[in-house]
Nanobody, 124 residues
Framework: QVQLVESGGGLVQAGGSLRLSCAASGRTYSTYVMGWFRQAPGNEREFVTALRWSGGSTYYADSVKGRFTISRDNAKNTVYLQMNTLKHEDTDVYYC?????????????????WGQGTQVTVSS
């Protein structure tokens, strides 16, 4: 089992920045990809970004490319999501997730482990 705990959400004005953290514990050696998704009430969970633990390759949704950055600290088993130039439409609950492979990495079904989510609210 892998446990994921997100932190860092909050309220920020449009144009501002936030950094989310996702701390992984347990059998983290079994995870290959870490991803961030977001979800608004009544909507499907949407892919935001993903990162390979090994090698550090990163992948982004077009809606966040150039504004969001995913990174990792291997020693701390922690993945970060730096969010800059935030927009009102970035308001969502953000979830950290872990998968065993890159197959279908933009889809929820690829991810086995999920955090509890952290709310990000961007005021316009």
């Amino acid at each position: 089992q892998v446990q994921l705990v997100e932190s860092g959400g909050g309220l920020v004005q449009a144009g501002g920045s936030l950094r989310l953290s996702c701390a992984a514990s347990g059998r983290t050696y079994s995870t290959y990809v870490m991803g961030w998704f977001r979800q608004a009430p009544g909507n499907e969970r949407e892919f935001v970004t993903a990162l390979r633990w090994s090698g550090g390759s990163t992948y982004y949704a077009d809606s966040v490319k150039g504004r969001f950055t995913i990174s990792r600290d291997n020693a701390k088993n922690t993945v970060y999501l730096q969010m800059n130039t935030l927009k009102h439409e970035d308001t969502d609950v953000y979830y950290c997730a872990a998968a065993h492979s890159l197959i279908d990495y933009t889809y929820q079904k690829a991810y086995v482990y999920w955090g509890q989510g952290t709310q990000v609210t961007v005021s316009s």
